[in-house]
């Protein structure tokens, strides 16, 4: 049996079994891509794939001390959806991570470069603990294609419409995942986060700063931020880092959408609701236009996404206490 080196009290059995099916797993994984070509440097793929293993054991006792409510979700989660972590085949490391749900495995980059604060190692820590929020956050995710498809149905909306709503939460998916993986990988080599800082991008907002502390989708931060600022509990705060680390927790649990879609229809707000998704749904696919993903009509018009964006939650930003929802 895979010998835990944490303690997670009543669950140490079923997660010390689950290790070492994992293990099993990975390593016949590994042995299948060596047969392929896939692999560039065996013994470099090897560590880092053994090092991702230990650093999901480090990941979910971060989250047994500091999110107990949340745990058993975020256990369940992992255990139910991540059967391999792999690494990129060779000819893909030009991305970071990704996670197929369907096949239950997670890809991390064993050769990521350092950055002006994490070494190559955290930096692939980060990025697997992004991973691991996206199989989180899928529990909601789902619950927001089923409300979409709904609402289709019942001529309530447009498929383009719906299709936006649903790139507005995916864009929040991302923002929240970046930022608990941030969170993680801070406190695991304990560093202190950088604080927001200014940074451009010509090719985004015509060239006007945005506010990121985020290694990666920095133009998703803001927008996320403005948003939770729309939520009750979430918009007395005026400082941008805390709003969006209240937000990112409420998206460990799979009711996170179902809670959002509660608040607006008790307030009388869906139509504000569906704008605010579709601006931020437009600001992803510019996101994702900015690295050649989408079209280049999202980029020049990503000014106008985000100022729009700005205005609407403005007007609805909410400085009262929460709802007792389950969060």
């Known amino acids: 049996m895979y010998e835990l080196s944490y303690d997670f009290q009543t669950s140490n059995q079923i997660i010390a079994k689950y290790f070492q099916n994992l293990i099993a797993n ?67 490391r030009g991305i970071y991570g990704k996670t197929e749900i369907g096949n239950k495995t997670i890809y991390i980059n064993p050769d990521l470069p350092n950055s002006n604060y994490l070494t190559s190692e955290e930096r692939t820590k980060l990025y697997m603990a992004h991973e691991l929020g996206h199989v989180i956050n899928n529990g909601w995710m789902q619950k927001t294609i089923e409300f979409l498809n709904k609402e289709i149905r019942a001529n309530n909306l447009s498929q383009p419409q719906a299709q936006l709503i649903y790139e507005g939460f995916s864009m929040l998916d991302e923002a929240t995942t970046q930022n608990r993986a941030e969170n993680f990988v801070y406190s695991l080599s304990s560093k202190n ?60 649990s799979p009711l996170f959408f179902n809670n959002i879609l509660k608040e607006y229809s008790r307030d009388g707000q869906m139509p504000a609701f569906a704008q605010e998704l579709q601006y931020m749904g437009l600001l992803k696919k510019a996101s994702y236009a900015n690295f050649g993903y989408d079209d280049i009509s999202y980029l020049n018009n990503s000014a106008s996404y985000l100022n729009n964006l700005k205005s609407i939650t403005s007007k609805m930003r909410d400085y009262r206490e929460p709802i007792d929802f389950d969060l």
């Open 26 to 92: 990975s390593s016949a994984n590994l042995q299948q891509q060596v047969k392929n070509s896939q692999v560039i440097n065996l013994r470099n793929d090897s560590n880092s794939l053994a090092n991702c293993i230990a650093n999901l054991e480090q990941y979910l006792y971060y989250n047994f001390k500091n999110s107990p409510q949340n745990f058993d979700n975020i256990l369940n989660s992992i255990m139910n959806n991540v059967s391999i972590i792999s690494v990129l085949p060779k000819n893909e």
């Open 193 to 252: 986060r950088p604080p927001l800082l200014n940074y451009t991008n010509k090719r985004l907002f015509n060239g006007q700063s945005y506010l990121s502390n985020f290694d990666f989708y920095g133009e998703l931060q803001a927008p996320a931020t403005m948003f939770a600022k729309t939520l009750r509990g979430i918009g007395k705060n005026n400082d941008d880092i805390s709003a969006l680390n209240i937000l990112s927790e409420r998206a460990i």
